[in-house]
């Protein structure tokens, strides 16, 4: 890592993020119209030091705490959610970073603000070749791939075109890191939610990717707890959803101060349909922010006591975050709903608001069909399911 970077704490980054809501939220319209975030807003982002924080601090990294990064993502949805996106998906680094050999990744991410986009499908192809593999494939979904510097690809092993197997008969899967500029960026982002984040689609073919540039997520090279389960880099994601439904509870209490209701011309606000609506809101949503906060800390306390999360607590990471999916849609449309026609418009922060929660909550993770695997989980039984 350069000795010119400067250190900063995961305080400093939520003070930071803290301090940037206002100008994410005068630049929320212009994100959304680029579909993908102006160069203000990236630079902006970066002084943070939002990209480095689960960079490890053997590094000079902050290796942020779980709940820290959350809480850092919540604030900057608080100023615009697409934004809050990119930076939760391009904040990964440290992650990525965790699987390969530590010499490898200092020379590859010669940064600690890095950014590192990817997908988690293995729809590419990685063919054996001799010190590495040729990568070839498309993949969708590929959140921040405009500001990305690298690209992590999954795909699926051949030789001679011929899939390899594990020894169990499965195919067998790796990852690939491609550097910026080794992918195309295809159009295919055109939604109506999180429009700014630039989901697009990503190809590349026949990219040539050394050995020690590729990993497995059930394999890691470091040994800090932040780096021990997989899939705690995926619960950051719960941030953007609790940082919407608390814009969206400020806008439904500056419009109940401030709207008048026609015909009669009283103030929103003295309307007990839209009292009680605002306090069952700040319940919801306080509720499923401390059941964030508290599965977060059981893994985290049991990552950092070296045993590793059980099933159980695996299993309540996966119900935390479709709770705070569904708690947080609950919440946006109860506000779209106390502000009634304001709501129906598009210029409108809080039709945005609605907009982008349902587009976040289409995550897979976010989605309530996966109460099966959790219920199988909580009866003690292992789900065949990569990402628990």
């Known amino acids: 890592m350069s000795s010119t970077q400067c250190h900063l704490s995961i305080h400093d980054i939520l003070a930071s993020t803290r301090e940037l809501v206002p100008a994410l939220r005068a630049s929320a319209a212009e994100v959304e119209a680029a579909r993908k975030l102006p ?20 590094w000079g990294g902050p290796e942020a705490d779980p709940f820290s990064q959350i809480e850092v993502i919540e604030n900057l949805a608080l100023g615009d959610a697409s934004s809050a996106w990119c930076a939760m998906i391009l904040s990964g680094s440290g992650f990525y970073a965790s699987h390969l050999e530590d010499s490898v990744a200092r020379r590859l991410y010669g940064k600690l603000d890095v950014r590192h986009a990817g997908s988690l499908r293995w729809t590419g192809k990685a063919e054996k070749v001799a010190g590495g593999y040729r990568v070839t494939g498309t ?7 405009h500001h990305a510097d690298f690209l992590a690809t999954g795909c699926l092993v051949t030789e001679n075109d011929s899939p390899v197997l594990n020894a169990d008969g499965s195919p067998r ?20 939610g999180l429009a700014g984040s630039g989901s697009n689609d990503c190809s590349a073919s026949n990219v040539f990717v050394p ?12 040994s800090e707890p932040l ?6 880099f995926l619960q950051t994601l ?11 509870i ?16 009283h103030n929103l606000g003295t309307e007990q349909s839209v009292q009680i609506a605002i306090a069952e809101a700040e319940a919801t949503l306080g509720s499923a922010r401390s059941y964030v906060r ?3 800390g059981e893994l985290w306390d049991a990552l950092q006591s070296g045993n590793g999360p059980s099933l159980k607590q695996r299993a309540k990471g996966m119900l935390m975050m479709i709770n705070a999916a569904q708690s947080t849609r609950r919440v946006v449309e109860s506000m779209c709903d106390v502000a009634g026609a304001t709501a129906i418009f598009a210029k409108h922060p809080i039709e945005r608001l609605r907009r982008d929660i349902i587009t976040a909550n289409s995550h897979f993770l976010c989605q309530k069909n996966r109460y099966s695997i959790i219920g199988q989980a909580l009866m003690g039984i292992e789900p065949a399911y990569p990402y628990f």
């Not at 160069?39 to 053997?58: C, E, I, Q």
């Not at 910026?180 to 055109?190: K, N, P, Q, V, Y």
């Open 39 to 58: 160069g203000s807003v990236l630079s902006a982002l970066d002084k943070t030091g939002v990209f480095r924080m689960a960079m490890p601090k053997a």
């Open 139 to 145: 993949w969708d979904f590929c959140s921040g791939c």
């Open 173 to 192: 899967t790796l990852w690939a890191v491609l550097p910026a500029g080794s992918f195309e960026i295809l159009d295919t982002w055109h939604t109506t």
């Open 211 to 222: 050995e020690e540039h590729t990993f497995n997520l059930a394999d890691r090279k470091r």
């Open 227 to 232: 780096y021990a389960y997989a899939p705690l």
């Open 238 to 248: 719960v941030g953007v959803q609790l940082g919407i439904a608390r814009h969206a």
């Open 250 to 265: 400020e806008i439904a209490l500056e419009l109940a101060q401030n709207k008048k209701v026609m015909p009669m011309g």
């Open 294 to 296: 508290d599965v977060v």
